[in-house]
């Protein structure tokens, strides 16, 4: 039995330090500009694995939990790179599918003083099969699902499914270009979800904007039993319904950003596997994700069970009637 098991991506990042030769403001924001005919001479150069369902495995078998993966890469250099990192981290890697294709691959694009820009390719993170996963062995506590697209979105509808039947209980991180889709196209999933985890952004794109509360009394009513919504530097709050809950991000300086929601919504469903509070949920969420901001790479700076319960110490949660 694992305490979760993670459907999501898994990628090989090659992080690119461009200095500012690529970033430009314009009239509204800062952007990419790139000059072509020209060669580039880049700063610095770092490959990592990512994707979601890797990053939130990662963050949960440091954190003490029994851990699976499911996912699917290629057979080549790449598909070894995903697995070796799993296999050293205690997941469990026997529903991976490998086969025939591409492991996904992402570039990102990041300058001192902006926000990255990634350039993905999702290659086999695509082909999820149902019916190729080993439902048998498929026993666990909870499923964390991070976004997925085209046949691998619909095996984790399947899931959603088998979850419900077998009294899996299951977490949900979806990211803007699922909730850009709308309220519907992700629902089946929605009403069969226990705690839905997203950012502002992507809460404005499925419920549209309005206040906290609003926002979240809107979203509660799609099906989940908790909602967590997180926004930057701003306070992450969370409500199960009755309570709202508030807690303030310390100021850190931020050398990449990549991973940080993953590990967020990973220790915060640590948190409630560990104890069921949700401030104490709250508070290794926003630790852990902290950490991570400190450092290149999604998994690099992500903390041990130990480690967390160090730096919740002086965390305060706010708690009011909703």
Same mark, same amino acid.
């Given at each position: 039995?694992?305490?979760?098991?993670?459907?999501?991506?898994?990628?090989?990042?090659?992080?690119?330090?461009?200095?500012?030769?690529?970033?430009?403001?314009?009239?509204?924001?800062?952007?990419?500009?790139?000059?072509?005919?020209?060669?580039?001479?880049?700063?610095?150069?770092?490959?990592?694995?990512?994707?979601?369902?890797?990053?939130?495995?990662?963050?949960?078998?440091?954190?003490?939990?029994?851990?699976?993966?499911?996912?699917?890469?290629?057979?080549?250099?790449?598909?070894?790179?995903?697995?070796?990192?799993?296999?050293?981290?205690?997941?469990?890697?026997?529903?991976?599918?490998?086969?025939?294709?591409?492991?996904?691959?992402?570039?990102?694009?990041?300058?001192?003083?902006?926000?990255?820009?990634?350039?993905?390719?999702?290659?086999?993170?695509?082909?999820?099969?149902?019916?190729?996963?080993?439902?048998?062995?498929?026993?666990?506590?909870?499923?964390?699902?991070? +976004? #997925?697209?085209?046949?691998?979105?619909?095996? /984790?509808? =399947? @899931? &959603?499914?088998?979850?419900? %039947?077998? !009294?899996?209980?299951?977490?949900?991180?979806?990211?803007?270009?699922?909730?850009?889709?709308?309220?519907?196209?992700?629902?089946?999933?929605?009403?069969?979800?226990?705690?839905?985890?997203?950012?502002?952004?992507?809460?404005?794109?499925?419920?549209?904007?309005?206040?906290?509360?609003?926002?979240?009394?809107?979203?509660?009513?799609?099906?989940?039993?908790?909602?967590?919504?997180?926004?930057?530097?701003?306070?992450?709050?969370?409500?199960?319904?009755?309570?709202?809950?508030?807690?303030?991000?310390?100021?850190?300086?931020?050398?990449?950003?990549?991973?940080?929601?993953?590990?967020?919504?990973?220790?915060?469903?640590?948190?409630?596997?560990?104890?069921?509070?949700?401030?104490? +949920? #709250?508070?290794?969420?926003?630790?852990?994700? /902290?950490? =991570? @901001? &400190?450092?290149?790479?999604? %998994?690099? !700076?992500?903390?041990?069970?130990?480690?967390?319960?160090?730096?919740?110490?002086?965390?305060?949660?706010?708690?009011?009637?909703?």
């Amino acid at each position: 039995m694992f305490d979760v098991i993670t459907v999501g991506s898994a990628t090989v990042d090659t992080f690119i330090n461009t200095g500012n030769q690529l970033f430009k403001k314009s009239f509204f924001k800062t952007c990419v500009i790139v000059p072509f005919g020209t060669k580039i001479v880049i700063e610095n150069l770092k490959f990592d694995i990512g994707g979601g369902g890797t990053n939130t495995a990662v963050a949960f078998s440091r954190l003490g939990l029994k851990t699976a993966y499911i996912g699917s890469v290629g057979l080549g250099t790449n598909s070894k790179r995903v697995f070796d990192l799993l296999k050293k981290e205690n997941v469990d890697t026997s529903f991976i599918q490998a086969e025939e294709g591409r492991t996904g691959f992402s570039v990102i694009l990041d300058a001192s003083g902006h926000d990255r820009t990634i350039l993905t390719f999702k290659g086999n993170n695509d082909t999820l099969d149902y019916d190729k996963i080993n439902k048998k062995d498929l026993k666990s506590k909870w499923f964390y699902f991070s +976004a #997925m697209l085209n046949k691998s979105f619909e095996t /984790q509808k =399947k @899931l &959603a499914e088998f979850a419900k %039947k077998n !009294k899996i209980k299951i977490a949900y991180n979806p990211s803007s270009y699922l909730v850009k889709k709308g309220a519907k196209y992700i629902e089946y999933i929605l009403k069969r979800t226990n705690i839905l985890v997203l950012n502002k952004e992507e809460a404005g794109y499925l419920v549209g904007k309005n206040t906290i509360k609003h926002t979240i009394k809107k979203l509660l009513s799609l099906g989940p039993e908790l909602v967590v919504i997180t926004d930057g530097q701003n306070p992450v709050y969370a409500s199960e319904g009755k309570y709202l809950y508030s807690i303030k991000p310390n100021h850190v300086k931020v050398v990449d950003a990549t991973g940080a929601g993953d590990a967020f919504a990973s220790s915060f469903l640590a948190g409630i596997i560990k104890n069921g509070d949700i401030e104490f +949920a #709250m508070k290794m969420g926003l630790a852990n994700a /902290q950490s =991570k @901001l &400190a450092d290149y790479g999604a %998994k690099s !700076k992500l903390l041990t069970y130990k480690e967390i319960l160090e730096k919740i110490k002086n965390m305060k949660v706010i708690k009011q009637l909703r």
